[in-house]
Structure formats: structure tokens, C-alpha cells
T-cell receptor, first 115, second 110 residues
Framework: ETGVTQSPTHLIKTRGQQVTLRCSSQSGHNTVSWYQQALGQGPQFIFQYYREEENGRGNFPPRFSGLQFPNYSSELNVNALELDDSALYLC??????????????FGPGTRLTVL | GQSLEQPSEVTAVEGAIVQINCTYQTSGFYGLSWYQQHDGGAPTFLSYNALDGLEETGRFSSFLSRSDSYGYLLLQELQMKDSASYFCAVKAAGANNLFFGTGTRLTVIP
């Protein structure tokens, strides 16, 4: 059973650019959640995808968007990058569309630096 | 709104026992989870309390009291590798996501 994987591990962009981050969910999981973690803080929920549909969204602007593919892998896209977007981006996979008590398993994250 | 408060830093000696507290303000949630995160690493699931009381998993135990809006993570027989950040987290009723606490950085010293 493979765990959650993310790519790339590190990324450097300049302000105004666009970025795409990728996540492969754990085998058997159909739900992917994305979180942003600024240095020294806890992860903050961006959005969740369940069976290729957005299934909940946190307090992030529309320039944060995503996709989920039929194999349940997912992409996070961020347009018009701002300096404050510099953070560790984590994806977590789970089952059951995030309902109830399903445990979320995190990938290693992508460290994004915006200059 | 929701809030989960934790002490920012805790230091403990190798071999000792340490308790990391989590006090919360949230109306209705499924349960309290605990995650460990080493520097530069992913949060790793440690423990989950759906009901009040103590859950034990090896050297780690977690406790929840809904009436007191309080939980804690207990780490026994501390090892140097336990130095990490620890987060409590809840999933609010009707929500799909985890809401994380402020995090506690544990440093284990020889």
C-alpha cells in the first residue's frame, strides 16, 4: 500500500506567477484535502475534493483552485502568487468524503517560496 | 468560530512523561485528533478520541473531556526522537476538514 505522495518537494516562484502542485492519494482513498501551513502555525484548510467534485472550501480566495482526477489524484493551482502564499502545502487523503471520523493521512508537502 | 489553544513550547527530559494540553471552543465536533510533525515533515496521525476518556496507543495516550472542553496528549518514556511539534485537531459537525490547534513544540533534552 503506497502512502500519499506530493510533487514537487520544493518550488520557487516570483510574485504574480502561477503554480500547480500535485498529490497522489493513498491506495483506496477517494478524498483529497489541501492545507496551507505557514511557518510556525498549524495547517489551514483550503478545500477538499471527493469523487472529482469540490466538497468543502476554507477561507481562501478564488485564485486557489483545484482538480481531482478519476484515479483520485489531485492538483492545487494558485494564480497571481503573492508573497504571503509562501508556505508548506499539504495534501491529505481519506475515505468517505470527509464525513464523520475518517482519519486524514498527510503527504510530505510541497514547500513553496514566493519571491 | 472555533479555537484550539495549546502551549507553544514544552521541554522535558529523556525518559520522563510529558502532557500537552488542548483547550477548545467549538460547538459540536466528532472527536479530537492528535498529530505529530517533525521539522520539514508531514503531520502524522497519533491518536483519536471520539468519546470522553483515555485512549492508549503504546507510549502515547490521549484524553478528552467534552464537559470541560479539554483534552491532552500524554507521552511516556520520552525519547529524543519525540522532539517535534504536536497538534490537536477537530472536525466540526457537518464539516469535511480538520481544524488544527496552534501547535506545541516539544523539545526532549538528555
Amino acid at each position: 500500500e503506497t502512502g500519499v505522495t506530493q510533487s514537487p518537494t520544493h518550488l520557487i516562484k516570483t510574485r504574480g506567477q502561477q503554480v500547480t502542485l500535485r498529490c497522489s492519494s493513498q491506495s483506496g482513498h477517494n478524498t483529497v484535502s489541501w492545507y496551507q501551513q505557514a511557518l510556525g502555525q498549524g495547517p489551514q484548510f483550503i478545500f477538499q475534493y471527493y469523487r472529482e467534485e469540490e466538497n468543502g472550501r476554507g477561507n481562501f480566495p478564488p485564485r486557489f483552485s483545484g482538480l481531482q482526477f478519476p484515479n483520485y489524484s489531485s492538483e492545487l493551482n494558485v494564480n497571481a502568487l503573492e508573497l504571503d502564499d509562501s508556505a508548506l502545502y499539504l495534501c491529505a487523503s481519506s475515505t468517505a468524503g470527509g464525513r464523520g471520523t475518517d482519519t486524514q493521512y498527510f503527504g510530505p508537502g510541497t514547500r513553496l517560496t514566493v519571491l | 468560530g472555533q479555537s484550539l489553544e495549546q502551549p507553544s513550547e514544552v521541554t522535558a527530559v529523556e525518559g520522563a512523561i510529558v502532557q500537552i494540553n488542548c483547550t477548545y471552543q467549538t460547538s459540536g465536533f466528532y472527536g479530537l485528533s492528535w498529530y505529530q510533525q517533525h521539522d520539514g515533515g508531514a503531520p502524522t496521525f497519533l491518536s483519536y478520541n471520539a468519546l470522553d476518556g483515555l485512549e492508549e496507543t503504546g507510549r502515547f495516550s490521549s484524553f478528552l473531556s467534552r464537559s470541560d472542553s479539554y483534552g491532552y496528549l500524554l507521552l511516556q518514556e520520552l525519547q529524543m526522537k519525540d522532539s517535534a511539534s504536536y497538534f490537536c485537531a477537530v472536525k466540526a459537525a457537518g464539516a469535511n476538514n480538520l481544524f488544527f490547534g496552534t501547535g506545541t513544540r516539544l523539545t526532549v533534552i538528555p
